[in-house]
């Protein structure tokens, strides 16, 4: 904090007209991430911490390292103490005080690390890509508030495919169940395939639709032949 004199010199004159005191606060500006990650060990922490974390309500996994070690360079192992990685995702950049009073209430000591690739620190959370650590599996880790670990831990190639072969059961499904209308997909999804929904609600679903409609068309042109394809020619001449 520092103070600024500032003199008021009239124009005219060249008298000091007047002293103006303002006092300015000299701050760092504080670096905004969209993902924060902190330890808790299991003896500090508070007992309803999970829930505390919970209720948060915002995606993040944690995941029990209670099989960590170093080796020394005298070759002796050492186990770690065991605790808790904690990875938080937020949609826009927040500051580290954001989660701080969260840390705080769960036990945990208020060190908190800025995350630069929400991919990298997700797969350690299991050590994906640390062989000669312990391996860690894909069902200990805990997802929270629609947090999903198998995505996130993905690249953006394998997220492709997946999307690719989903696009390709898609339509695998509306050839063995003739699937006409695209509204009766929705619904089928909504029902029994969540997993189709945001599929189809992106711009995939323009694929699909093309897709229904050919099937429609080939369908009907297939059952009723030369009348099908005629009454599609008055139809669309009535409407120009």
């Not at 000091?16 to 060990?41: A, M, Q, S």
């Not at 974390?53 to 005298?74: A, G, T, W």
Request: one cysteine or more; a neutral charge.
């Amino acid at each position: 904090m520092f103070n600024i004199f500032l003199l008021v010199i009239s124009p005219r004159n060249n008298k000091v007209g007047g002293i103006c005191l303002c006092e300015i606060t000299n701050k760092k500006k504080i670096e905004k991430y969209r993902d924060y990650t902190f330890l808790l060990y299991p003896e500090s922490c508070d007992k309803n911490w999970s829930k505390t974390l919970s209720e948060f309500r915002q995606p993040m996994f944690y995941i029990l390292h209670d099989k960590d070690y170093v080796i020394h360079e005298n070759g002796e192992i050492e186990q770690k103490k065991p605790h808790y990685h904690v990875h938080i995702m937020f949609d826009n950049p927040r500051t580290p005080n954001t989660i701080l009073d969260l840390i705080l209430r769960c036990g945990g000591n208020p060190y908190i690390e800025k995350v630069r690739s929400r991919r990298g620190c997700a797969r350690y959370l299991t050590h994906m890509d640390d062989p000669d650590k312990f391996q860690y599996s894909f069902s200990e880790v805990h997802a929270l508030c629609g947090a999903d670990y198998s995505k996130v831990t993905k690249s953006a190639s394998e997220r492709e495919n997946d999307r690719v072969t989903m696009i390709i059961e898609i339509l695998e499904f509306i050839d063995e169940n003739q699937i006409h209308i695209y509204s009766d997909l929705i619904k089928y999804s909504a029902k029994n395939k969540p997993e189709w929904i945001s599929l189809l609600f992106s711009y995939t679903c323009q694929i699909v639709k093309d897709y229904i409609r050919s099937e429609a068309f080939a369908f009907k042109e297939k059952r009723y032949g030369n009348t099908y394809n005629r009454l599609c020619f008055e139809l669309e001449q009535g409407e120009k």
